[in-house]
């Protein structure tokens, strides 16, 4: 990169990339909400990637409609993982489909783009679960555990602070309700056309990943994929064979392609997509999207998210937000809709320090408001009002 693209790079910095960012995370949050709502016992998962990916192309269509050279669209297709699958399932047509169950773990993650700024959101949810039928068990536990672990993260990615703080304080909530956090999965910084910055926060590293892992300070005016995926089990995941249907170009390599089929694929690519992930659904001719992906991939033009899974009868929660580290404060522009009350585990923070941390306000007008705005966020970040959390002390 030279310098005359450093200079060039647009950053929040900028109420215009702020606005786009708001536009793609308003589309993600609607599609995520709209998704939560349709999965029903009976529904295929496949009928919800197609909806969450149309809704997508349907709502960006509609923004800066003048502009014709702005691309915009799907920064992540949607993709639906069940109970023990880890991430990244999104079917084709001609792969076997899930029918959703009543019990079942979902986890909906997709990401928007505008104009290249992407807001990324992963959201997870109990079918059949209501406030006089609430999720109790090992599916509560990982939910609870996976939703506050995303509230201390947004509590801790900020300005000054160190990836590795989030790091420890994920393992310790995790913990706390006899849950691991996937191991080696990564949160990246996301740029303009980038969605795996270099800045990253790693979840539950390995002692080789630990000493590998770039130590790194948030800084004002960057933006964040927050991505946090919590096990019931071992929490390590594997790739269980499944097709891989979600790529990537990794643009810093080159190669020539033999086959005419895989040529005319990664141009599609390259035209449609540029370096952002995308479906093999999304090609018109799906038998010969997977033809032309082999060579792709073969010799990493293509890079795939491949189909995770944990161990048979364990539960994975995925929570992901998008965070923009703002002159005020960090501002959370993503999130699906989470309601406390109808998840009831046994477990509980008891790390003193995190507790206090769950308990601070993540406003950022919140600083003169305190008191009033702390039991709110207090309320809303662990189900407990103010008053019930210091009795439960």
């Known amino acids: 990169m030279s310098g005359d693209d450093d200079q060039q790079e647009q950053t929040i910095a900028d ?3 702020v606005t786009k960012y708001k536009m793609g995370a308003d589309i993600a949050n609607q599609a995520v909400k709209m998704l939560v709502e349709a999965a029903k016992p009976g529904v295929s998962v496949l009928s919800l990637c197609e909806k969450g990916d149309a809704f997508i192309m349907a709502e960006t269509s509609k923004v800066f409609k003048k502009e014709k050279d702005i691309k915009k669209g799907i920064a992540f297709p949607t993709c639906v993982s069940v109970n ?11 792969d076997a489909d899930y029918m959703l169950k009543d019990g079942d773990l979902v986890k909906v993650d997709l990401g928007v783009h505008v104009d290249g700024f992407i807001s990324n959101v992963a959201h ?12 109790t ?47 080696g999965m990564l949160s990246h910084q996301l740029k303009q056309h980038v969605i795996d910055g270099e800045k990253t926060i790693i979840q539950n590293p390995t002692e080789q990943q630990r000493k590998d892992h770039e130590k790194a300070e948030f800084e004002v005016h960057e933006v964040y994929a927050v991505d946090v995926l919590i096990s019931s089990g071992e929490g390590k995941a594997k790739d269980s064979g499944q097709r891989t249907t979600v790529y990537k170009r990794d643009p810093s390599k080159q190669y020539g392609l033999k086959m005419k089929t895989s040529r005319m694929f990664f141009s599609e690519v390259e035209r449609r997509f540029d370096a952002m992930p995308f479906t093999l659904r999304a090609f018109e001719d799906e038998g010969k999207a997977r033809l032309g992906v082999v060579e792709c991939a073969k010799h990493e033009l293509l890079q795939p998210f491949n189909v995770l899974h944990e161990k048979d009868g364990e539960f994975v929660a995925q929570f992901k937000f998008t965070v923009m580290l703002m002159a005020n404060g ?54 407990q009002t103010v008053e019930e959390t210091e009795a439960a002390e």
Do not use: M, Y
């Open 137 to 183: 068990g090992r599916k509560a536990d990982v939910i609870k555990a996976a939703h506050l672990c995303a509230e201390a993260a947004l509590r801790l990615v900020k300005p000054g602070n160190q990836n590795s703080q989030v790091t420890d304080a994920w393992n310790k909530i995790a913990e706390s309700f006899k849950c691991t956090a996937i191991e």
């Open 84 to 94: 023990n699958c880890v991430c990244h399932f999104s079917p084709l047509k001609s």
């Open 124 to 135: 997870s949810f109990v079918i059949g679960a209501s406030k006089d039928n609430p999720v």
């Open 330 to 383: 960090p501002l959370r522009i993503t999130s699906g809709p989470f309601e406390p009350e109808l998840f009831k585990s046994e477990h509980d923070v008891q790390d003193p320090e995190l507790k206090v941390l769950l308990q601070s306000s993540a406003s950022r007008k919140a600083q003169k408001k305190k008191k009033k705005k702390a039991s709110k966020t207090v309320e809303t970040a662990t189900g």
């Open 15 to 17: 109420d215009l990339v």
